[in-house]
């Protein structure tokens, strides 16, 4: 039974992997409806999974009764990378930050953005890596490293996803809370976004928008 179920964890981690690379690279944009397909699929293969298992929603990470453990550990993680990107974009002399309104009108869809890619990086990815590779530690590499793999050709943020890969899969690892990761990623990336100049961070586009972007 234990072979069978790692068996099958490679196959859903090999679907949902070559899913989103293909996504990435070939049909985004290709059709209408492509993004509405891509997160029906892309939470359609992760819900399967759980339910195959029997997992429950607490059980994965979306949950409150550890908020304030979770948010501590992701306030203090997000603190240290946006003090050094803020340090950086005002020695660039680069910061471009918009209106409170726009923060504010634009803030739900971040968190929301940022709570999908926390949800594969660590209820998915790393969840299944860790059935696969039966260890925390190889388990997190991996997660990592497929997060960056994502994150092709642009190599800030395949850089910065590798390294808060690690990072965020050792927080949830500590307390499984997916909420308070989906909130620091959002915020980091906002912070990046908005710290650092157009050449570098190209918009923050992967695959072959970052080579359309500048």
């Known amino acids: 039974m234990e072979a069978r179920s790692r068996s099958v964890a490679v196959v859903e981690v090999a679907a949902l992997t070559g899913l989103l690379l293909s996504y990435i690279w070939?049909?985004?944009?290709?059709?209408?409806?492509?993004g509405l397909l891509i997160v029906v699929l892309y939470f359609?293969?992760?819900?399967?999974?759980?339910?195959?298992?029997?997992?429950?929603?607490?059980q994965i990470g979306f949950r409150l009764d550890n908020?304030?453990?979770?948010?501590?550990?992701?306030?203090?993680?997000?603190?240290?990378?946006?003090?050094f990107f803020l340090v950086l974009g005002a020695v660039l002399?680069?910061?471009?930050?918009?209106?409170?309104?726009?923060?504010?009108?634009?803030?739900?869809?971040?968190?929301?953005?940022?709570?999908?890619?926390?949800?594969?990086?660590?209820?998915?990815f790393y969840q299944?890596?860790?059935?696969?590779?039966?260890?925390p530690r190889a388990a997190t590499l991996g997660a990592a490293t497929l997060?960056?793999?994502?994150?092709?050709?642009?190599?800030?943020?395949?850089s910065v996803t590798l390294a808060a890969g690690i990072v965020s899969c050792t927080l949830y690892?500590?307390?499984?809370?997916?909420?308070?990761?989906?909130?620091?990623?959002?915020?980091?990336?906002?912070v990046i976004a908005c710290a650092l100049p157009?050449?570098?961070t190209h918009r923050m586009h992967v695959g072959p928008g970052y080579f359309a972007i500048s």
């Open 147 to 158: 997060f960056a793999v994502f994150h092709v050709p642009n190599p800030l943020l395949l």
């Open 67 to 83: 908020w304030s453990t979770a948010f501590r550990g992701a306030f203090i993680a997000v603190g240290i990378a946006a003090c």
């Open 44 to 58: 359609g293969i992760g819900i399967a999974s759980h339910l195959r298992r029997g997992e429950s929603a607490r």
């Open 93 to 124: 002399d680069t910061w471009h930050f918009p209106s409170v309104r726009q923060v504010m009108t634009a803030a739900p869809w971040m968190v929301a953005w940022g709570t999908a890619q926390q949800y594969g990086l660590l209820c998915f």
């Open 26 to 34: 070939g049909w985004q944009g290709a059709f209408r409806g492509s």
């Open 173 to 190: 690892r500590r307390a499984p809370n997916v909420l308070a990761l989906g909130l620091a990623h959002a915020a980091i990336s906002f």
């Open 198 to 200: 157009f050449d570098v």
């Open 128 to 135: 299944r890596l860790l059935e696969i590779l039966q260890g």
